[in-house]
């Protein structure tokens, strides 16, 4: 328990900035800082404001999110205004991860300058080289002075993460406004022509670019004990999928991007996600809550019955949430939409009749309820037996070859995203709410971004590659977790230490009366090497074998 402290003081620490502006700013409001509602549909497709500062209030749920930004969108814009009366001192400073693909960007505001007492838009430009296909993750640090005698000033982070793609690529997409390299200002309704970037078309190019870091395959046997008592066992550190890496195959990228997309990337313009929310809407009067069985911030997750006689699992969040938590319950909630299996918690439909508080449902017997939860409470969890903890291993590990062979990769397997019924029946569920319903899984390593830090392969660490390999080494510590009754993986160890500690070769301990057997495989998943980790059709071979194994002698 007292690393849960270490971590959530880390994380408060990280964030004291943050916390002594919301502080300081609850007796005075003096600023405004959002996205005006074409920026939000051209971004997120929802018609709303996203407000990272209200009257000097943070919000800092909205700050933590990174908003992809879709090829065809060229520049992005913010609002502000002083409220202070007066205005204020800022300055501003933007960085790309990759000079290279992405170029410094140019603003048409100064990089210091005073926030006007009037609304101000400003626009920030984002034109790819086109030397490249790549993500590139943009960073916008903003200072405001609110009292330069008492040194108050305010630092807000915004994170973008601009696709970029090769120039021959580029040519097609629909012009945006070329506007900072004219510095004329675009003609009124520009916005609402290239509104048609959408969100959705952002993740399906991420998710070819991911899902590219092909892995040749290692046999389940091979290399007799992969790093049993791995603890201490260093690794070469020389992992393949950093110079071959995620997007550093122009040729098969845009070949895949090309067979899937319309090459004229006019995206679909009322995009996938409303697709999906549309094929998906139910009505709220069928749906009925009976219990509230897990409940965070502003993320709930009730049991429930549609139609008055289907079991569901609904989740939904408060009617506080912001409208930024609404479209990422919407976007993640949907993120398996399509995978039907049986190891898999599909959606069942959704309903956002009332903007603020959308459901999405899933269809679940009433005894279902979260893996993680289930383990930790000592009553339903202390009479699980090895052989039960290879069966649910193997039906989560068949729910990942099927998303796997429809190029979906997971990104947070964890028990915390899995379900169980009282048939011990597991199935795979997205991971929306979960950073509010879990805080102590998810860490900020000063880059504001909240992320399953122990969950995580180094390459999904350092680089935010993410590949079937990276969910195979998920996979390796939610099956620890299975054996320790959902311990807090690496509790001791700091997550800023994470990189390091992997990169030296520490992994997880073998859990006591965790046999040697079932540690091997999980040993295997956390090679350094993405191409050296199990895929899930190895991993459930390797399951299945020592399934028979142990029940041959029962
Ligand atoms: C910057 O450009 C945007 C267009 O995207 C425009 O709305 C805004 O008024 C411009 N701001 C300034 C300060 O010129
Ligand atoms: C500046 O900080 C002081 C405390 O150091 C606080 O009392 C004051 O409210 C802050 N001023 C503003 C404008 O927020």
Known sequence: MATKFNENSMCVFLCVGCWLLVMCCNTQAHLNVYLNPQEVMRLLGVAAEVYYVREGHVNNYALNFVVPVPANVRDITFTWQSLAGRPLPYSINVVTSDQETLPRPFMNISQIGEIPTNEQTFAIGLKCSGARASEVDVTISVEVILNRALNNVTHLVFRRKKICLLAEFEENTVHGPVLLETAVPPPTGILTIIVGSSLALALV??????????????????????????????????SPCQQAGAYNDPPSIVGALHSSLPRKTEPQHPEELHRRISELTVERCRVRLSSLLQEGTFGRVYRGTYNESQDVLVKTVAQHASQMQVSLLLQEGMSLYGASHQG??????????????????YSAPNTTRNLKLFLLDPSCARAITTVQIVMMSTQLALALVHLHSHGVVHKDIATRNCVIDDQLRVKLSDSSLSRDLFPNDYNCLGDSENRPVKWLSLEALQHKQFSEASDSWAFGVLMWELCTYAKQPYAEVDPFEMEHYLRDGYRLAQPFNCPDELFTIMAYCWALLPIERPTFAQLNGCLTEFYAQ?????
């Open 205 to 238: 190019i991420i998710l070819f670019l991911t899902a590219y870091c092909v892995r040749r395959s290692a046999k389940c046997q091979n290399n007799g004990q992969p790093m049993r008592t791995s603890s201490f066992q260093r690794l070469n550190t020389n």
């Open 344 to 361: 898999i918690l599909s959606v069942l439909g959704v309903s956002i009749e009332d903007h603020t508080t959308p459901f999405v449902l």
């Open 550 to 554: 142990v029940t041959r002698y029962v």
